[in-house]
């Protein structure tokens, strides 16, 4: 049974920080790309980051660059966003998806339309509010 689970959302302040993870079982995870995505309420799904298989490719949504940072852990089967300086724009429920590519360098596309993850996550609700 595949099963993607994320986790460390919650309530942070603008400026604040947090980290989300999202763990894998029941798949070879260090062949799969990772992508994180977020849904605001009454907004369409957002790709936001992606990270190859080996964790040596990532990249980043321009309304995240600079400020979230993806990386992985394959012996754990994890991985994780850091985010940084949140702003209020950043409140959405945050979901990780995974996807078989093989190779190490291959990032797949950030849009969720261009590109179809195998598997998804429940999804962690991020606010950040005053």
């Known amino acids: 049974h595949s099963l993607l689970v994320e986790s460390g959302g919650g309530l942070v302040q603008p400026g604040g920080s947090l980290r989300l993870s999202c763990a894998a079982s029941?798949?070879?995870?260090?062949?799969?790309?990772v992508g994180w995505f977020r849904q605001a309420p009454g907004k369409e799904r957002e790709g936001i980051a992606c990270?190859?298989?080996?964790?040596?490719?990532?990249k980043y949504a321009d309304s995240v660059k600079g400020r979230f940072t993806v990386s992985r852990d394959n012996a754990k089967n994890t991985v994780y966003l850091q985010m940084d300086s949140l702003k209020p724009e950043d409140t959405a429920v945050y979901y990780c998806?995974?996807?078989?590519?093989?190779?190490?360098?291959?990032?797949?596309?950030?849009?969720?339309?261009?590109?179809?993850?195998?598997?998804w996550g429940q999804g962690t609700s991020v606010t950040v509010s005053s």
């Open positions: 029941g798949f070879t995870f260090d062949k799969h790309a």
């Open positions: 998806a995974a996807d078989f590519v093989g190779g190490s360098w291959y990032t797949p596309p950030l849009d969720p339309t261009k590109y179809e993850y195998e598997y």
């Open positions: 990270i190859s298989s080996s964790g040596r490719q990532s």
